[in-house]
């Protein structure tokens, strides 16, 4: 599998939904497989909230395969030896693209709490103004789970004469007041770490670990299911009898734990703070008055693919429900799959058969539909 990447530093200033404007914007991104002659062939992969531009291969941070790989590959659903995918880090990151850890152009410090409040509709835009630097006018498919798939709700939004399949996994059209409660709890655990700062650590040398691994280990636990935690972990201890005090005396505790401790080595305190705030700001529907539909109006000739998961209380099937009433009612070819799996939120992250079978088929068919 041929792999690229590197740096795109965007061509103009980014304008933001907030009012804001970031100068000298720089995108990291990877890419897998090889773009065609005619550049008609290549997918972006939009990445979940702590994820990244490493959808496959082996992640130079963690050491491990990228969080996609199941999936992206030679022979797999996302065929490398077909398709170029691309991968990039959302501005408000920390894995090489602009955020809050950067330094500011006009002081040469990083930015901390100076940076604007982004949301998914600017991590959009400029994904789309590196496709430009990269001389990709247009996507075959734009992919994404979770965080990941309301970028590609948005693309369809903004964007839908620059693709032509569209495939949302295991994500909503706008947060629910649970979602944003829950991102709220993490903010405060970072923001309750003296070592804070009021987000100025870098420049004292410190970071907010033990903050930002308890945001960590709550968020976590959305991601999974009560039958994945019970046939993971149940009641089993962490060792022959209970320490009759506070340490982690089962197994569940030590694994949140682990999570935690594990997160802090490769993520940024205050880009957790911007993207978990540029979500719960996310609504497709508020622009037009409640009325999703209208949000994708515009994108009657884009295929659509919505995929659900059972188990998932963080976004359940019935936002995608709702996502896929509002395609139907704007006239956009839609399919949609609720997979049956214990595995929670994270279904969309592991092996699922039935998912992979969905993603390759609807892939073909919209290949075909293209005359790719």
């Not at 170029?84 to 006009?106: L, Q, R, Y």
């Not at 032509?164 to 944003?180: E, F, P």
């Amino acid at each position: 599998m041929q792999t690229g990447g590197g740096i795109a530093r965007l061509p103009a200033p980014l304008r933001l939904e907030s009012g804001g404007v970031l100068h000298g914007v720089e995108v990291a991104y990877q890419t897998y497989g090889t773009l065609n002659p005619d550049r008609s062939n290549a997918i972006l992969v939009c990445h979940a909230l702590t994820g990244d531009q490493y959808v496959s291969g082996i992640h130079p941070v963690s050491g491990k395969p990228g969080w996609w790989a199941k999936m992206v590959g030679p022979g797999l659903p996302l065929d490398t030896d077909r398709w170029f995918v691309i991968g990039s880090n959302v501005i408000g990151g920390c894995m090489g693209s602009t955020g809050p850890a950067s330094d500011d152009p006009a002081t040469g410090k990083p930015y901390g709490l100076s940076f604007p409040v982004i949301t998914i509709a600017d991590m959009v835009c400029a994904q789309a103004m590196m496709l430009e630097t990269m001389g990709i006018e247009r996507l075959f498919a734009v992919v994404g789970g979770s965080m990941g798939g309301m970028q590609v709700l948005q693309w369809a939004h903004a964007f839908p004469e620059r693709i032509s399949a569209a495939v949302c996994l295991a994500s909503a059209g706008r947060h629910t007041a649970q979602n944003i409660a829950f991102h709220e709890v993490g903010r405060q655990a970072i923001m309750a770490d003296p070592d804070w700062r009021g987000g100025a650590y870098q420049a004292a040398g410190v970071r907010p670990e033990k903050g930002l691994a308890v945001a960590r280990m709550a968020a976590h636990i959305t991601y999974l299911s009560e039958p994945a935690l019970q046939r993971k972990f149940g009641r089993e201890l962490q060792r022959d009898g209970l320490s009759w005090g506070f340490d982690a005396d089962f197994q569940v505790e030590s694994y949140l734990r682990h999570q935690g401790a594990a997160f802090v080595d490769r993520f940024d305190a205050n880009a957790y703070l911007y993207i978990t705030r540029a979500t719960d700001y996310f609504d497709l529907a508020a622009a037009y008055g409640g009325q999703m539909a209208k949000a994708f109006e515009r994108a009657r000739d884009v295929r659509f693919c919505v995929i659900s998961f059972t188990t998932d209380w963080l976004y359940p099937t019935s936002e995608s429900r709702r996502v896929v009433r509002a395609l139907n009612a704007a006239g956009a070819r839609t399919s949609f799959v609720e997979v049956d799996s214990d595995k929670g939120h994270d279904a969309f992250l592991l092996d699922e058969p039935v998912m992979t079978a969905a993603l390759t088929g609807f892939l073909a068919s919209a290949a075909e539909a293209a005359q790719l």
